[in-house]
């Protein structure tokens, strides 16, 4: 008997089905040993040995592994074709060494793609495991682990607040801190455009003044309204005629079929997923057969698959889309390892694929593959320039036309940032002397706009181009980020918070070389260098921890007020902006004698007076001074009520000494537009609905640490926002607080309708039927249930495969009680 290994128990399923009888499929969920997150787990005084534990929820599997193990003859490793996937084959086999049940007989396979054909090719030209990507493997988590566990102990004892820092991770923080930084100091430009629009032969065309009395004009010419009337009123008396007409025939040619960043920028742009929700699709896909392995930054694709593609192209349009040769694609990316195909359907006679989520992502791939083999599109660029009789004005028009749209026909890249169309306008015929008549003269008001917050396809696509980490850790590292709160996103755009600002200031004084974009890349190529077996593994960590670990021991010797001294100095310059009158920014805008500084607090860095107590103003650490900064001097609302910025955020406060009252403004209740009677309404709480109608204990509404809620007997129910703090009435609070202690909310919706009724089921007659579940969609005989796969079409199950997911569920038997179930009380003895 031979065992196969996998990652998933999906890929599986399939593969045992595709192998037949004499081989036994097992997958090890994922990896099934890691570093113990504790100090000692890597030993850089005996070689970087590593402690290796095997993680607590993968020992039942391992166990099934090692049981079968013991019986086969054969253990195949099929762990998918990457780093990752060669370190989990190995320790798969190192645990079966350990345990003495490893078979004599080890093969590595690996393929692209799970379809029948591709499985039993590469179990046909097995390998060795290959050593490189193994001790490529083991730098890698090394040097993460020696970062992070040297780093982080650091950042808690000198940073109050700070959670953690990492190799990549602090990188892109830096990369998003550092935009921040650009737009606070941008300072906008006022300038103004001036044009007129024409019209020739029916058809109106706009153009834009380009010259004004010889003077070339740039965009910034033009700086205010004076001399924009006056550059207007030029264009207004001139009568202009064609001066010259330039034509220019131009192509593009398609973009190449799906790296690992260029899908998660893409499904970004135009599907508005995350990157890891972008992934967790693309697994799905690929264990199902649909796509190619997602994992990869090679830009090409195999010849067979190049060629379904020319006729997938030929039977849907025409033999005019197909390129008289096979377009080849190399990648243009810093550190590119193409050793895997790009990403693309597995077959493309199938332009559909899955159902929601899934479909969507289908369909991108499916139509970038298929139109990186199409032929290029053919357009038409022309530039018209027109002058007036007096030769003092000179505009300029320009448009477009799409002679042949090849490609586009089907796919057009996403951007970013929204692009200028002005070439994208059509153009009348003209010809030079002809005279548009002249309809309308303009002058439109501008201000340049400050570099955008980075998306997290632009993101993406900057860490990639720097050559730092690699794209299937993206996802990863961009979770932690906002698991660790450093940054949040608005409008799918990243926004640094003070503790994020906080931590890329102190990496950036004490540790910069270790955040530095030109050293991370390059300790990226030496990552690379061991993976094609150009650098031991262990020489690298060598060379790292020589400068690293005497540097971890210098800033951990510093007094925390040293930190925030030297933090004090190094962030001057936005902290304390020059002022527009001169005058010393460093002087406390509120009592006008004492000087600002950062200070450390339990709850992290803020900006204070050097007067206090005498005088309490103090600074949000994440607010720029200057300009443009808000004030934290008291705002008065009436009726004695004040608004105020403390270490926390703004507040609002009523009365003095032990009468005082406070209360902190929710997030859903902008500072900018807060009301007296908001702000007293927020004073007044807890507010006090009634009382119940069951018990007679009172019901209150209130905000705490984790957002609005009602409060009755002990008991909590979460409010959707401040509002419905305050509008909340006795039926909806009675609903609201039954529904949280038993757990109805969740449970909402009670039986719906079936998304498909599939019949009776050929042995017990019991009715099958499709529905909708809080996990998604499954199938159902009334007495088991069987999730469907990810990439299955509810509305396209047929009977016999709910049959046979029903069955297979039967077969698992119910589902393990989780440890820590309560037990039934024993019977006291009398």
Not at 50 to 61: H, I, N, Y
Not at 82 to 88: L, N, V
Not at 185 to 191: C, I, P, S, T, W
Not at 629 to 657: C, H, M, Q, W
Request: glycine share 8%.
């Amino acid at each position: 008997m031979k065992l196969v290994v996998v990652e998933s128990p999906a890929k599986a399923k399939t593969i045992e089905k595709y192998l037949g009888p004499g081989h036994r499929v097992l997958a090890s969920y994922g990896h099934v040993r890691d570093l113990p997150p504790k100090d000692g787990s890597v030993d850089p005084d005996d070689g970087f040995a590593m402690l290796w534990t095997v993680s607590a929820d993968r020992a039942k599997q391992l166990k099934a592994i090692t049981d079968e193990a013991k019986s086969a003859d054969t253990l195949i490793l099929a762990t998918d074709p990457d780093r990752e996937g060669e370190a989990i084959s190995w320790h798969v086999q190192e645990v079966l060494r350990a345990k003495k049940a490893l078979p004599a007989n080890v093969e590595r396979v690996t393929f692209n793609a799970i379809t029948k054909s591709a499985v039993l090719e590469a179990m046909g030209r097995p390998r060795a495991l290959d050593e490189d990507l193994i001790d490529a493997y083991r730098a890698r988590r090394a040097l993460d682990y020696l970062v992070g566990f040297t780093l982080s102990p650091i950042l808690w004892r000198k940073l109050p607040g700070a959670k953690s820092a990492g190799r990549v991770q602090s990188v892109a923080l830096r990369l998003i801190v550092d935009r921040e930084r650009e737009i606070e100091l941008f300072r906008a430009q006022e300038y103004w455009q001036v044009g007129a629009t024409f019209e020739a032969d029916g058809q109106s065309f706009s153009a834009r003044l380009v010259q004004l009395d010889g003077t070339k004009l740039d965009r910034l010419s033009i700086g205010d309204k004076g001399s924009a009337d006056a550059a207007k009123a030029v264009v207004e008396a001139g009568r202009f005629t064609v001066q010259s007409v330039e034509t220019k025939p131009f192509g593009r040619n398609p973009p190449p079929p799906f790296t690992t960043s260029t899908l998660q920028q893409e499904a970004a742009r135009k599907l508005g997923f995350s990157a890891s929700h972008t992934m967790r699709v693309a697994q799905s896909l690929y264990e199902d057969g649909l796509i190619t392995y997602m994992r990869t930054d090679g830009v090409d694709m195999a010849e067979e698959a190049i060629s379904a593609a020319r006729r997938a192209i030929a039977a849907r349009y025409d033999a005019g889309y197909v390129p008289d040769k096979p377009r080849k694609y190399v990648s243009k990316i810093k550190n590119a390892q193409e050793a895997h195909e790009a990403i693309r359907p597995t077959d493309f006679a199938a332009s559909r694929g899955g159902s929601g989520d899934h479909a969507r992502l289908y369909e991108l791939v499916y139509n970038r593959a298929l139109a990186s083999q199409m032929a290029s599109a053919r357009l038409e660029r022309t530039t018209v320039e027109l002058s007036d009789g007096a030769g003092r004005a000179v505009l300029r028009a320009s448009g477009q036309v799409v002679l042949f749209p090849g490609f586009l026909a089907l796919y057009e890249e996403g951007r970013d940032e929204k692009a200028d169309d002005e070439d994208a306008a059509r153009m009348p015929a003209l010809r030079q002397g002809d005279s548009p008549a002249k309809t309308g003269v303009t002058s439109t008001q501008h201000f340049t706009q400050p570099p955008p917050r980075y998306s997290e396809a632009s993101l993406v696509k900057r860490l990639e181009e720097l050559g730092i980490g690699r794209p299937s850790t993206y996802a990863a590292t961009l979770q932690t980020l906002k698991d660790r709160e450093y940054v949040r996103v608005d409008k799918a755009r990243f926004l640094p918070e003070e503790s994020g600002r906080l931590v890329t200031a102190f990496l950036e004084r004490f540790f910069e070389r270790y955040v530095s974009f030109d050293y991370t890349a390059e300790l990226e190529e030496g990552l690379d260098d061991v993976s094609g077996g150009r650098t031991g593994w262990q020489d690298l960590l060598a060379a790292f921890w020589r400068d690293f670990k005497p540097k971890a021991g210098e800033v951990m010797d510093f007094k925390p007020s040293e930190v925030t001294a030297a933090l004090d100095e190094f962030l001057a310059p936005w902290l304390y902006p020059p002022r527009d009158d001169g005058s010393d920014p460093r002087v406390c805008p509120a009592c006008g004698t004492g000087r600002l500084s950062l200070r450390g607090g339990k709850f992290g860095a803020f900006v204070a007076c050097s007067n206090y107590p005498e005088c309490r103003f103090t600074q949000k650490f994440g607010q720029a001074g200057g300009e443009g900064a808000v004030s934290d001097g008291p705002s008065e609302l009436g009726n004695g009520i004040t608004l105020k910025t403390g270490r926390f955020g703004p507040y609002v406060e009523r009365g003095e000494g032990d009468e005082v009252k406070r209360a902190s403004l929710p997030k859903d209740v902008p500072q900018d537009g807060l009301t007296l009677e908001m702000a007293e309404k927020l004073l007044s709480l807890p507010r006090t609905i009634g009382a119940h109608p069951e018990t007679g204990e009172p019901i209150t509404a209130s905000i705490g640490r984790y957002g609005p809620y009602l409060l009755h007997a002990g008991k909590y129910a979460r409010l959707a926002s401040t509002a419905e703090v305050f509008e909340t009435g006795m039926n909806a609070a009675v609903s609201k607080l039954a529904d949280a202690a038993s757990g109805a909310d969740r449970k909402r919706g009670g039986a719906r309708e079936p998304l498909a009724n599939l019949g009776p089921h050929p042995e017990s007659g019991k009715e099958i039927k499709v529905l909708e579940g809080r996990y998604g969609p499954y199938v159902s005989d009334g007495t088991t249930h069987a999730t469907l796969p990810k990439s299955a079409d509810p509305k396209a199950v047929t009977l016999g495969e709910a049959v046979e997911l029903i069955a297979a569920k039967e077969a698992k038997g119910p589902a393990p009680k989780k440890k820590g179930a309560r037990k039934a009380p024993a019977r006291r003895k009398t």
